[in-house]
């Protein structure tokens, strides 16, 4: 639905519409955003989501621009969906959370909206003025290096900070060994299903987990086997071994279904690959 009524803010008509989704966890606070977002002019809820799975699927499927995401839920929490969704098609997030002031610092640092619950209307309207305004002034792999570096102040993880530059993984033999906060972690080759790169920070997405190394995409990349590991996308390397299908997407580009259920994109700029699926 798109919202038209009763914010006092001018619209634009030829403005196009955010496209939101709403993640929690609660019905009662789902129902209680689109409420107020439908008080709002210029936003068209594109659906709900009850946890982060289910929002992980939704933001593949439906491409929202912005998503208002509940942080603490059960299962995968609001961290975790930003580090399972692929940099490029990363969403703006407005966090909605009940956190303490030692947490909203970080968020107000790393420069990431977020309202607190109960959510007021007067701080709903300016996160969505400020969604509107820099819909199209940041790539979104930009974005998810942010997050990255919010997730990591908040869970007082000083490496992830940016302070700290961490060693690049090493190969050895049929495992790779890297540093995940303070913990070494040897993940077998073949278990890892995808890699999705947002600035200087890694995702390595294996056996259903989400391990972030702070390095660059060029460093992981050559730790690698290509015969087994290539690039479908500028941000994102996948395990050949996992793909079980292509489809068409839009503009020449191709979803990627992995084993497991994650789809990915495969963009034009990398339409060469298509041959080494097939």
């Avoid at 580090?83 to 966090?95: G, K, T, Y």
């Avoid at 977020?114 to 003025?129: C, Q, W």
């Amino acid at each position: 639905m798109t919202a038209d009524r009763g914010s006092g803010l001018a619209r634009d008509p030829e403005a196009r519409p955010l496209r939101t989704l709403i993640v929690d966890d609660e019905a009662l606070a789902r129902r209680g955003l689109e409420i107020r977002l439908a008080q709002l002019p210029g936003v068209e809820i594109v659906g709900e989501c009850a946890n982060g799975r289910e929002a992980v699927a939704m933001i593949g499927a439906q491409a929202p621009d912005l998503v208002f995401l509940d942080i603490e839920m059960p299962g995968l929490d609001g961290f975790d969906v930003i580090r399972e969704v692929q940099a490029d098609s990363l969403p703006m997030i407005v966090f909605v959370t009940a956190f303490d002031q030692y947490a909203l610092h970080a968020f107000d640092v790393h420069a990431v909206d977020y309202v607190l619950k109960p959510v007021e209307l007067a701080r709903l309207t300016t996160a969505v003025e400020r969604a509107r305004a820099r819909r199209d002034g940041e790539r979104a792999v930009d974005e998810k290096a942010k997050l990255l570096d919010l997730i990591g102040a908040l869970e007082r993880r000083p490496h992830r900070s940016g302070a700290i530059e961490e060693p690049a993984p090493r190969a050895n033999g049929p495992r790779i060994s890297f540093k995940d906060g303070a913990t070494i972690v040897r993940v077998p080759v073949a278990d890892i299903d995808w890699i999705d790169a947002a600035g200087d920070y890694m995702c390595i997405h294996a056996e259903g987990k989400t391990h972030v190394v702070r390095m660059t995409m060029k460093a992981l990349e050559g730790e690698l086997d290509p015969a087994r590991f290539q690039r479908i996308h500028r941000s994102t390397i996948v395990n050949l071994d996992r793909v079980e299908r292509l489809s068409p997407h839009t503009n020449g580009e191709y979803f990627v279904s992995l084993v497991g259920g994650a789809k990915l994109k495969l963009s034009r700029t990398y339409k060469e690959k298509l041959a080494r699926f097939l």
